[in-house]
């Protein structure tokens, strides 16, 4: 298989979480849709991961299936030794508080009909306290993320999109998880309150030493929060690394292709952001290398087999035939 | 840019103001453009700018609670002067525009070859065979491969990108002078952007068209376009030069603005600076500058009057009373930080930029 | 935490910018007053009944008024035995109205309950009910009606549980639709993360979303019940003599079109008045609960 190997697992003792050659796919009339195909990654305590790859990547997907929202059609998901992938639902359910989560649209992530802070403290009435909050500690979360607490009786639709994404954060914290997957949380806001909200998830995560799963499609944000960055296309891993080091000396290419292709970086003398051709079908993905299709230094390799992911120094893996990086054939 | 021949697009003085159940919103509030032949220009703002109202308004797609004030001339045409049988052939002609949402300008019933010729066929009286030759060679130049074939599709069967090829094909159907592109890659992936943007680029040079660019992204707005226009609360805050406007800024907002986006230039987990507060509500716009709520440069005077936008030097347009890079602005900013607030009462600390 | 202070002081100057989201001043809606007003005359007038000094008793003959159009002493008229027609609107009314509740109560109660549990748990549930909602809707109506009234024969039991077994699949459907919409939202999903229970999500977070829709439809259920029932008795399947429904008023005076118009063109009246006030009240109420989901 292309763009699979474990070779970027950290034998590191404060490993959270560890996905194993994780497969998710969906059944279709006619077929199915390989949504992530073979993908291993590990998140350390206090670490930020960034999954950053093109809508239909299976970044999201990837995230998702990590809490078994999908569950995963084979693989293996560890948080803390225990295997997710095989728990039954109650068990599963009981360790839903440590794995939290943030959505992309801010409006439709709130209940409409719900005060903020009924929102907010929901966590504590299905688990009671676990630790840092408590009921009567609300307002002071609520401070905590920027949300005046005199506000906590109106409902969601009062608040700005920004504001909205504040109290899912709150929401998420009054559990004190270890890990909070963020899909795409700033995507939906503009700029100015992008800033807001990218600051606060630092604040947060130092604060209260949670780790951070990241999904975005946009690299700048990205390579902002994360620590170690893992760059996706049609299902499978290019790229692992820390993230100014991926930033600096990006080796597959499609994440060169990716980062010449982030606008205000336009100049007449660079084409490696234009991808030929489109993305292929999820349904019946290329065989080999699945970026081969559109790849421009495919060989025969390429096409037939898939690279493993390897080492190229200083925590930075690629899979790739024919890494863009100097003193590595 | 000031061309000795007409100008492409003369906007002067224009106002967009809806009726809501709660009250009228002046979304567009007096501003003026002139936009020369064969020149491209980026409107960069936010969501509620009036950046987009703009541009729809530019092209006659008033919504039906809109009403207008103020001149547009396209062509030197003032566009409230065409009659009856003028307008059927001007608007999609003379000016097109290119939607955000290519599902919103394709009919998803209909194949791609019958809404591409419609057009030619209704506004260039052409024959069926002469429009289709004509839509195969238009598909070609935005770079659709196997063109014959996407002719008999339907929009569903094309993928974002190559949909929003379809839509730049039609809105070139008619041999526009001025296109008008509405954040035309926001909803596509970036190795798909900077394909779409490059085509725009390509295409404007080829055909001679004048080019408005509405997006929110400075960035997309960077080496796209002669000139950049901000907008901020329906007002342009400031228009210069691409160069001069990323050099030598003048507003805070567009300094705020730059100021808040990470950029991969940046080391990983840089401080961002966020614009403190949120846009003013267009209900009950303020008296004063629209930006001087969360300007770290605001005295009494922003409160009290609003700028007018005013030519420095050398086409910088901007509208501030104390402009970054000036020596007004650096005493206006000066005081304020040994006041620790502003006038408009915006504290200066670091917390206080971090809060909404 | 240590630093609770400054993150109230920084939360205050959220304060001061919080949205007062524009909600649109509600205009004073006469049409929606006027038909808020006449249903709870309607009920109040019906409900009472005997009590009140101008209804009479609606079997009661009075020989010097037989087949008279509307006087005074006869707001309605009276029918072809004498019988007060006002009187008679009001005491069928009461019939009517109660066909009209319960047949409400139990499509919402049935009907919401299997188009809730389908479009949440989905699944082989959504399959049965699906199977259950397609099969009923599709046999013919009145041919169900007609042969439920011979197996049971006429009275207001089997009247009820005819015209219920109309409106459960089509309550169901569009609670099923509406939940399907409300589940698929971020909402619930995160309520799932958090480790909520399935039952309490399910009256938590997608119960109050799709009560607004529910309770619509169960005015415009309210009225197209009574329009049924009316032609149910139009149609003799209905409840019998002496019992009297509004459908049976009108009947009774198709009979004898020519001589008592006003037996088919009064009661007509109030039927149609307040089926059309049930039908504006559940539209409203539909557009008014929709604003408090736009939000920003």
Redesign the interface.
């Known amino acids: 298989m292309a763009g699979s190997g474990t070779a970027h697992l950290r034998d590191d003792p404060n490993v959270l979480v560890r996905v194993e050659h994780m497969v998710v796919e969906f059944p279709i009339s006619g077929g199915r849709v390989h949504a992530v195909s073979d993908v291993s990654f590990d998140l350390v305590e206090g670490e930020t991961l960034g999954i950053v790859g093109?809508?239909g990547c299976g970044k999201s997907t990837t995230a998702r299936a990590v809490i078994q929202m999908p569950r995963p059609t084979s693989g293996n998901v560890f948080f803390r030794g225990t295997d997710l992938t095989t728990l039954p639902s109650e068990a599963l359910r009981q360790v839903r508080p440590d794995l939290q989560m943030i959505f992309q649209d801010p409006i439709s992530s709130l209940n409409p009909r719900r005060t903020v802070r009924d929102i907010i403290a929901e966590g504590l009435r299905v688990w009671g306290s676990r630790g840092t909050w408590t009921p009567e500690r609300i307002d002071e979360l609520m401070a905590a993320v920027?949300i005046d607490p005199r506000y906590g009786e109106r409902k969601p639709h009062q608040f700005?999109g920004?504001?909205c994404q504040?109290i899912s954060i709150a929401r998420a914290l009054v559990l004190d998880p270890k890990v909070i997957i963020c899909d795409e949380p700033v995507s939906a806001l503009?700029?100015?309150?992008?800033?807001?909200i990218?600051?606060?998830l630092?604040?947060m995560k130092e604060r209260y030493g949670v780790s951070l799963m990241f999904i975005s499609?946009d690299?700048?944000?990205v390579?902002?929060?994360?620590?170690r960055v893992m760059v996706m296309y049609m299902g499978k891993v290019c790229e692992v690394a820390?993230?100014?080091d991926l930033?600096a000396r990006p080796a597959h290419p499609y994440t060169r292709?990716?980062?010449?292709?982030?606008?205000?970086?336009?100049?007449d003398d660079d084409d490696d952001?234009?991808?030929e051709g489109?993305?292929p079908s999820a349904i019946d993905p290329p065989t080999g290398c699945r970026f081969h299709t559109r790849c421009p230094h495919s060989q025969q390799i390429c096409k037939t087999t898939e690279p493993e992911i390897r080492g190229i120094g200083d925590g930075h893996f690629v899979a790739c035939h024919f890494p863009q990086v100097a003193g590595v054939e | 840019m000031a061309a000795t021949t007409t100008p492409m697009l003369e906007v002067d003085d224009l106002r967009v103001r809806f009726a809501?159940?709660?009250g009228t919103i002046t979304a567009v509030d007096g501003v003026s453009l002139t936009l020369g032949e064969r020149e491209s220009i980026a409107i960069v703002g936010?969501?509620g700018s009036g950046k987009s109202v703009f541009a729809r308004t530019l092209i006659n797609l008033l919504a039906g609670n809109g009403t207008r004030t103020g001149t547009i001339k396209i062509g030197g045409r003032d566009i409230d002067e065409l009659s009856t049988a003028e307008r059927k052939h001007f608007f999609g002609v003379q000016a097109a525009m290119v939607f955000q949402d290519p599902m919103t300008s394709l009919n998803p019933v209909k194949r791609i070859g019958a809404q591409l010729t419609e057009a030619m066929r209704y506004h260039l009286k052409m024959g069926k065979e002469e429009a289709n030759d004509r839509a195969v060679g238009l598909l070609r130049q935005v770079h659709i491969p196997s063109p014959e074939k996407r002719m008999r599709q339907y929009p569903h069967e094309l993928?974002g990108?190559?949909r929003q090829r379809v839509v730049i094909a039609m809105a070139l159907a008619c041999e526009p002078r001025l296109l008008i592109a509405d954040e035309p890659t926001t909803a596509l992936?970036?190795?798909?952007?900077?394909?779409i943007?490059?085509l725009l680029d390509d295409l404007r040079a080829e055909r001679n068209m004048s080019l408005i660019l509405i997006t929110?992204?400075?960035?997309?707005a960077?080496?796209?376009a002669d000139r950049i226009g901000v907008m901020y609360a329906g007002r342009l805050m400031e228009l210069a030069t691409a160069k001069d406007l990323f050099a030598d800024m003048r507003h805070p907002y567009t300094q705020?603005?730059l100021r808040?986006?990470?950029?991969?230039d940046?080391?990983?987990?840089?401080?961002?600076?966020?614009?403190?507060?949120?846009p003013p509500?267009l209900?009950n716009p303020p008296q004063g500058c629209a930006f001087a709520a969360r300007c770290r440069h605001a005295q009494p005077e922003c409160v009290d009057i609003k700028p007018n936008l005013l030519e420095s030097s050398g086409d910088h347009w901007y509208a501030c009373h104390f402009p970054v890079g000036t020596s007004e602005g650096r005493a206006a900013l000066e005081r304020n930080e040994t006041a620790g607030v502003t006038a408009a009462g915006l504290?200066l600390d670091e917390?206080?930029e971090?809060?909404? | 935490m240590t630093n609770v202070a400054?993150d109230m002081?920084?939360?205050s100057?959220?304060a001061a910018?919080?949205?007062?989201a524009?909600?649109?001043?509600r205009?004073v809606n006469w049409v929606f007053r006027f038909a808020v007003g006449w249903l709870a005359l309607v009920v109040v007038i019906c409900m009472l009944g005997e009590l009140l000094p101008f209804v009479k008793d609606p079997n009661e003959r009075d020989a010097q008024a037989i087949s008279q159009g509307p006087s005074w002493d006869h707001w309605f008229g009276t029918a072809s035995f004498g019988q007060d027609v006002f009187s008679r609107v009001v005491i069928g009314g009461r019939i009517s109205l109660f066909v009209g509740f319960a047949v409400t109560v139990i499509g919402i109660a049935l009907g919401g309950l299997l188009g809730l549990l389908a479009g949440f748990l989905r699944g082989w549930v959504d399959a049965v009910v699906r199977v259950i909602i397609s099969v009923t809707l599709a046999i013919p109506a009145l041919l169900l009606v007609i042969f439920i009234v011979a197996i049971q024969g006429q009275s207001l039991r089997t009247v009820i549980i005819a015209v219920s077994l109309l409106a459960i699949p089509a309550l169901a459907r569009i609670v099923r639709g509406s939940t399907l919409q409300v589940a698929d939202r971020d909402f619930v999903k995160a309520a799932k993360v958090l480790g909520v229970k399935k039952l309490s999500i399910l009256v938590r977070e997608v119960l109050p979303n799709v009560m607004p829709t529910l309770v619509s439809f169960a005015f415009l259920t309210f009225g197209i019940v009574l329009v049924a029932e009316s032609s149910l008795s139009f149609l003799g399947l209905s409840v019998e003599a002496p019992t009297i429904t509004w459908g049976s008023i009108i009947g009774e005076g198709r009979i004898k079109f020519a001589e008592t118009p006003h037996m088919v063109f009064l009661p007509g009246a109030v039927l149609f008045l307040t089926v059309l006030s049930l039908n504006f009240v559940g539209d409203q109420l539909l557009k008014r609960f929709d604003i408090k989901e736009s939000g920003i």
């Open positions: 093109e809508s920027g700005s920004g504001q504040r503009d700029v100015s309150v992008q800033a807001q990218l600051n606060l630092e604040d499609h690299l700048s944000v390579k902002n929060i994360s620590d820390g993230s100014d930033f292709a990716l980062m010449a292709a982030i606008p205000g970086r336009h100049s952001g234009v991808l489109e993305l | 809501t159940p709660a936010e969501s993928s990108g190559m992936d970036v190795t798909v952007q900077k394909a943007l490059d929110h992204d400075l960035g997309v960077e080496g796209r705020a603005l808040s986006i990470p950029s991969t940046m080391a990983s987990h840089t401080r961002l600076h966020p614009i403190p507060g949120r509500d209900l504290p917390a206080a971090e809060f909404v | 400054p002081a920084r939360a100057v959220a910018a919080i949205t007062e524009a909600r649109p001043k205009k």
